[in-house]
């Protein structure tokens, strides 16, 4: 069974610059999560969707973030405009309906915004 | 505001030897609690999860419980280098399919 795969791995923008993660989840996994993780801290939740639906961005900033899951499959979360403090790894991570609180995490992808 | 806290080390273990990591959180009503290890420049890998106070035993893993003091501990027994990682406790408040609160994580170096 593939796991999660995001793209791109790395990305490396100048500040102010629009930039764009693409997540696909396991196959038949309902639940998808956006986590960001800074260097010496642990993820912390951005959005979760369940089908398409966003059931929880209370942690996102919406002023800059924004993100979709049009079909209920991938997803896409992007930043604009990036600012410095965005530099870190951004985690999609999905789950299946039948096991709700087991989470399968992709690869990341690494933002460095200078 | 709900956290999790893990000393973050680095912990020394030597080889062979039981390593014992330890986690608190503020939440009395989280429900579910995990261990997630991470190696240097990969994603959260999950190893143990834990539901109900008590131990619960996966090979060399041991995940302890006590919801009364609102502590989750692992232990790793016949500690091995290929452990040396950092280990990243997570607790679901909710219950379900509600996000992960992680903790900092603690880092484990095992010595050969």
């Known amino acids: 069974e593939a796991g999660v795969v995001q793209s791109p791995r790395y990305k490396i923008i100048e500040k102010k610059q629009p930039v764009a993660f693409w997540c696909n989840p396991i196959?038949?996994?309902?639940?998808l999560y956006w986590y960001l993780q800074n260097l010496g801290q642990g993820p912390e939740l951005l959005i979760r969707?369940?089908?398409?639906?966003?059931?929880?961005d209370s942690q996102l900033p919406k002023d800059r973030f924004s993100a979709e899951r049009l079909k209920g499959v991938d997803s896409t979360l992007k930043i604009q405009p990036a600012e410095l403090g965005d530099s870190a790894v951004y985690l999609c991570?999905?789950?299946?309906?039948?096991?709700?609180?087991?989470?399968?995490f992709g690869p990341g992808t690494r933002l460095t915004v200078l | 505001q709900k956290e999790v806290e893990q000393n973050s080390g680095p912990l020394s273990v030597p080889e062979g030897a039981i390593a014992s990591l330890n986690c608190t959180y503020s939440?009395?009503?989280?429900?579910?609690f995990f261990w997630y290890r991470q190696y240097s420049g990969k994603s959260p890998e999950l190893i143990m999860s834990?539901?109900?106070?008590g131990d619960k035993e996966d090979g060399r893993f041991t995940a302890q419980l006590n919801k009364a003091s609102q502590y989750v501990s692992l232990l790793i027994r016949d500690s091995q280098p290929s452990d040396s990682a950092t280990y990243l406790c997570?607790?679901?408040?909710?219950?379900?399919?509600?996000?992960?609160?992680f903790g900092k994580g603690t880092h484990l170096i095992i010595q050969p």
């Open positions: 939440d009395r009503g989280s429900q579910s």
């Open positions: 969707y369940e089908n398409e639906e966003a059931v929880d």
């Open positions: 997570a607790v679901i408040s909710g219950g379900g399919a509600d996000g992960l609160t």
């Open positions: 196959s038949g996994h309902n639940t």
């Open positions: 991570a999905s789950g299946h309906r039948d096991l709700p609180d087991t989470q399968y």
């Open positions: 834990i539901y109900s106070n």
